[in-house]
């Protein structure tokens, strides 16, 4: 990872640079600084030396130690987009993002980690979006753990920004609105949810794009990150997710809920430039629209 030092930072230690200008904890400095990982236009430093303008600051992150349920596994990924610092892969459906209980042989992270073998990448599974199995789509990887740190405060800060497309059942009303209602835990279940005035603030922002005899395709947005959010509001709303048998839909033309995350858009952790990403609707999604 390399960094240019502006003019304004001139004189700084390098330790200091790291801490205030690039918000590196102390864990991290502590890490690279004692495997020679730090290096000023070439040559290694320490973290006592000083920064110049124009200075390349070159930081070399040491291997990381995989988790025993990251095996590789030798599977295609899709990538719609890679840089040095972040990766962005289109998920199928029926693919866990990462390994569980449920979960164990072959994820979408197995299958990133044979890629990052093939070509050299010496690092773990950092992944900053998650998707549920049977949900496609997006999924936002950070290449490192310093990177995932930068973009999990981002996410915190609510400058991720995902959109998403589901076919529901039948017509909504009001073809462009908010739907404004808690969700809480449905009782006796560790995996439902429901509509509930006890649970967490929720808000989901759509808008009808596509309108068959039987459903609709509508896009979405998300002001908050519940579990199941879009599910358990459509649902609440009388137009459940086509498919989705554990919130009302009905199982017609396809086997899974019918979501997908088309989209994403963030700051890039170290450029500061724009990154903007979409995926297309699958198959099993375009069949349940063509008219």
Known sequence: MKFKIDPKHDGMLVRDYL?????????????????????INGSPVTVRAKVAAGDELRIQFPAEVRGRHLASVHKPVNILYEDDEVIILN?????????????????????LMAYYDHHGIPF??????????????????????YVHSLLAKKQEEGE????????VEGHLK???GTIDAPIDRAP???????????????VTYYE???????????????????????????NDVGHSLRGDSLYGGIKKGINRQAL???????????????????APLPEDMKNLIIK
Do not use: W
């Open 174 to 176: 009001a073809k462009k």
């Open 91 to 111: 998920k199928p459906p029926f693919l866990a993002t990462i390994p569980s209980v449920h979960h164990l042989d072959d994820t979408l992270g197995n299958r």
């Open 260 to 278: 997908h995350c088309n989209s994403i858009r963030f700051p890039h952790p170290i450029s500061g430039h724009e990154v903007y990403v979409e």
């Open 19 to 39: 801490y205030h200008v690039r918000a590196f904890s102390r864990r991290m400095v502590k890490v690279i600084k004692y495997d020679e990982g730090i290096l």
């Open 124 to 145: 773990t599974l950092h992944v900053v979006t998650r998707l549920d199995a049977d949900t496609s789509g997006v999924v936002l990887v950070a290449k490192n753990r």
């Open 208 to 234: 009808v794009v596509e309108e068959t005899e039987e459903t609709s395709l509508v896009h979405i947005r998300l002001e908050t990150g519940r579990t199941h959010q879009i599910r358990v509001h459509f």
């Open 188 to 202: 006796g279940s560790i995996i439902e949810r429901r509509v509930d005035p006890k649970g967490k603030n929720a």
């Open 160 to 167: 991720v920004h995902q959109t998403y497309q589901a076919v």
